[in-house]
């Protein structure tokens, strides 16, 4: 033996082993299955895309939603500010809103681009300056470049 395992599956003259079935494998449910899937897989194939078809078809019907408020900070300034400014417009005026970052020539190269430092360096440094100038704490923005320190500072 090799220890490649080719033992368990070939006798000693390379011929494959035939496989041991049981009485107590014929009588299972599962095994009788596989047989028949084995016997007829085509079949099988096409009964299975039959049954899994109705709820495959749903899949095309799924939305993803989230209410922003969920995703900003409990007890934040932002939130307070959402919630107020919430009161004033009808649904669906306010939100989605996104800040857009574009390079200067409006390509983002290599050296630019949203996983570099320079870019990393800059949404920190836009966030320190909305913080400054907002008056809200720093646990009221969220970003990748602007996660707790350790001693809980942001930054």
Same mark, same amino acid.
């Given at each position: 033996d090799d220890g490649g395992g080719d033992s368990l599956l070939y006798d000693a003259d390379g011929q494959p082993k035939k496989a041991v079935v049981t009485a107590a494998m014929r009588k299972s449910w599962w095994f009788r299955l596989? /047989? &028949? !899937?084995?016997?007829?897989?085509?079949? =099988?194939?096409?009964?299975?895309? *039959?049954?899994?078809?109705?709820?495959?078809?749903?899949?095309?019907?799924?939305?993803?939603?989230?209410?922003?408020?969920?995703?900003?900070?409990?007890?934040?300034?932002?939130?307070?500010?959402?919630?107020?400014?919430?009161?004033?417009?009808?649904?669906?005026?306010?939100?989605?809103?996104? /800040? &857009? !970052?574009?390079?200067?020539?409006?390509? =983002?190269?290599?050296?630019?681009? *949203?996983?570099?430092q320079r870019f990393f360096n800059t949404t920190q440094l836009l966030i320190q300056l909305m913080q400054e100038r907002s008056g809200f704490p720093a646990k009221s923005f969220l970003a990748a470049s602007w996660v707790p320190q350790p001693g809980g500072k942001f930054g």
């Open positions: 596989a /047989l &028949l !899937i084995q016997r007829y897989p085509w079949r =099988a194939l096409v009964l299975v895309l *039959v049954l899994g078809s109705p709820i495959s078809w749903q899949t095309l019907d799924l939305n993803h939603t989230i209410d922003e408020e969920q995703i900003l900070p409990r007890d934040s300034g932002s939130l307070e500010a959402l919630r107020n400014v919430k009161k004033h417009f009808p649904p669906g005026e306010i939100g989605p809103f996104d /800040l &857009l !970052i574009e390079t200067r020539d409006g390509h =983002a190269s290599h050296d630019e681009g *949203v996983f570099s």
